[in-house]
């Protein structure tokens, strides 16, 4: 508690609602004295003015900074100590070149409050120079107690309470401005359950960590981000020895078409290069997704998949408008982004399926209920028989229900998908249409990677060739389909 010759300091609270709750009472006992609540920077100014006040704001990013400055510029020499949390480690430099005072924040107010402590210390010699002399009053005769109207026996005098003041009041009601003034319309933050106290005979009290959060596949995978920045350091020359995303970019670079390089680096080029160089990007993560794929009988985060595969489908998509528009020269090399971004939107789609499968069968055999098994008397027999327990099969059984109603399901499912695919009419069985803009040749590629009948080609390539149009192979069992050269007869739109 300060002394009753410390300074009275008019303190500000400013910023989140989570962090004025968490300083309203540590600061109250500190200062002997209700901080005011504000939101920002511009309310703390409008409460708070004069080298006798000082600020304690979070630092939420660069619109604090530009509140933290005009705090300085306009507050009469008021005083300012940012709260910074880890992510924002960065400012601090910014921060000190201006004066301001730095404390850590992390949630708990002891950072702030060993901040303030320095503040108040620093501020109190001053203060105490600058303090007009006190002159001390004599002592007042103490007037002599009045006589007893009766006689009472001999004693000591009783002993007169000392007033004391009452405490501070750290109710929300007692501040000047509240904070749900400061903070319209937000949730009330979570209370930290409270510390526990150590023990009276000394030594230390455990207090388990939390559990760390479980993630699950292909959630912990490469971002779009770190991707970008592997393929960059290694197409620089500067990848990280022992990285293993740098390595993994390392081949991902060494596979990589001219075309690819170029949209990687700064140079120009005849078309947008931010399509290829996403789809080099895409196929880093998906890499990544396969190195870390974890063993069967593991759970999936089925919202990390459908997102993995909302980013190939957007890819996919860019690309396909690029090649409507490529000149004739760089087409071919689009043409191979784009065919190598299929078969890995075809490869990670098969793998989470598979994966997904070993974790569902896995799930069922955990959840079979181990049912007590009662004893009975059949027959009585003079050689000893081992025990032969039904437990463990019927566990077997219940699992292998289990995997097969889940497989049927799956059947069901990818049979509705494989029908609700569009193709051209003749096109060999199991190849699906790509979806590509009005104009563009058409790709026909192969589901599960199965290479189509050589005789349905034929035939296909016959039929095409009859309309106008020319079938040509692709990697990977892939066909195109384009008009066929001028000079030949043309046909209807395939």
């Known amino acids: 508690m300060p002394s009753s010759s410390s300074p009275t300091t008019e303190a500000v609270v400013a910023g989140s609602k989570a962090f004025a709750v968490a300083l309203l009472a540590p600061v109250t006992t500190r200062l002997g004295t209700r901080p005011r609540i504000a939101a920002d920077a511009a309310q703390a100014l409008s409460l708070c003015r004069g080298p006798g006040g000082l600020v304690v704001i979070e630092f939420q990013g660069e619109g604090s900074l ?3 400055e005009r705090l300085l510029r306009d507050g009469g020499g008021l005083r300012v100590l940012a709260a910074l949390a880890p992510e924002h480690a960065a400012a601090e430099a910014p921060l000190r070149a201006l004066g301001v ?85 937000e949730p009330p933050a979570p209370v930290a359950p409270p510390k526990p106290e150590p023990p009276r005979g000394g030594g230390t009290v455990y207090v388990p960590p939390p559990p760390a959060a479980r993630v699950l596949w292909p959630a912990q995978s490469a971002s779009a981000a770190d991707a970008q920045a592997a393929l960059e350091r290694v197409a620089s020359g500067a990848a990280r020895p022992g990285d293993a995303l740098d390595g993994l970019a390392a081949g991902i670079a060494g596979g990589l078409s001219e075309l690819e390089r170029a ?39 089925g919202a990390a998949v459908q997102a993995m595969l909302a980013d190939l489908d957007a890819t996919l998509a860019a690309v396909n408008g690029l090649a409507a528009g490529a000149p004739p020269d760089l087409l071919p090399g689009v043409e191979a982004v784009r065919n190598a971004l299929v078969r890995e939107a075809i490869d990670f789609s098969d793998l989470a399926q598979r994966i ?49 109603g889940y497989h049927g399901w799956r059947y069901q499912q990818r049979q509705r998908y494989v029908a609700s695919l569009k193709t051209l009419p003749g096109a060999p069985e199991g190849m699906m249409l790509v979806p590509a803009p009005p104009g563009a040749p058409q790709l026909l590629v192969p589901l599960g990677g199965k290479r189509p009948d050589a005789a349905q080609v034929e035939r296909f390539r016959a039929l095409q060739q009859a309309r106008g149009y020319e079938v040509r192979e692709i990697a990977g069992g892939g066909l195109e389909v384009r008009p066929a050269p001028v000079g030949s007869s043309g046909g209807s739109t395939p």
Do not use: H, N, Y
């Open 356 to 404: 997904a499968s070993a974790g569902a069968v896995a799930a069922t055999a955990a959840r079979a209920p181990a049912r007590p098994v009662q004893a009975r008397v059949i027959a009585v027999s003079a050689e000893p028989r081992p025990r032969r327990s039904w437990v463990p099969w019927a566990l077997l059984v219940i699992a292998a229900l289990g995997a097969a």
């Open 66 to 68: 530009a509140g933290i």
């Open 101 to 185: 005072e730095l404390a850590r924040w992390d949630g708990r107010p002891d950072g702030v409050l060993g901040a303030i402590e320095r503040m108040v210390r620093g501020a109190a010699p001053a203060a105490a120079a600058s303090a007009a002399p006190v002159v001390k009053p004599p002592p007042l005769a103490v007037p002599p107690p009045p006589p007893s109207p009766s006689p009472s026996p001999a004693g000591p005098p009783p002993l007169a309470r000392k007033a004391t003041a009452p405490p501070p009041d750290l109710s929300f009601e007692a501040f000047d401005v509240s904070v749900d003034d400061a903070f319209p319309g």
């Open 263 to 301: 949209a990687l680096g700064d140079g120009p080029m005849a078309l947008d290069p931010g399509p290829i160089r996403s789809a080099a990007v895409m196929r880093l993560r998906v890499a990544s997704a396969r190195a870390s794929a974890p063993a069967g009988g593991s759970e999936v985060d």
